[in-house]
């Protein structure tokens, strides 16, 4: 909100555009689908990562490369936030900040986080774009396959 207000005063049209972002976080958050599309989840991931660069200024460095299209496959609701906002954290533990990479390789959906200082120890995460996943314990399995089952690259 801190950084909203910022742009009220300096810049309007971002201001705005920030606040239409925050509303479709805070939407997908109150949501209470258990399942919903690929592309749902990516709009919010979008919407997150334009709040954080816009917070983090030149810390966060953001490559989305995904190309706009129908991606219809269910996931199960929250996943892809939550789990980018690990790779946020974690990109950005450093004070020389850190990149997010979201790509399509092959058939999946890759996010990569990593830390300019330790650029070779990015953390990947890949989703099949031909999986649903779900689970009966929601939050504790996403947890689950972020910090305990990393495909990481050295």
Known sequence: ??????????NGKTARDLLLDLSLVLQTALRRDNQVSL???LASVRAYLRLEQARLSDRLEVEDSVPDRDLPQLISSHLLPQMVQGLVNAATSQSSGGRIKLFLSQDELVMEGSSRAEPDQALLLKFPKNV????PDGTRYRWRLLYENPDRRR
């Open 1 to 10: 909100m801190n950084t909203i207000r910022y742009f009220v005063r300096t």
């Open 39 to 41: 592309n749902e989840e």
């Open 132 to 135: 649903t996943v779900e689970h």
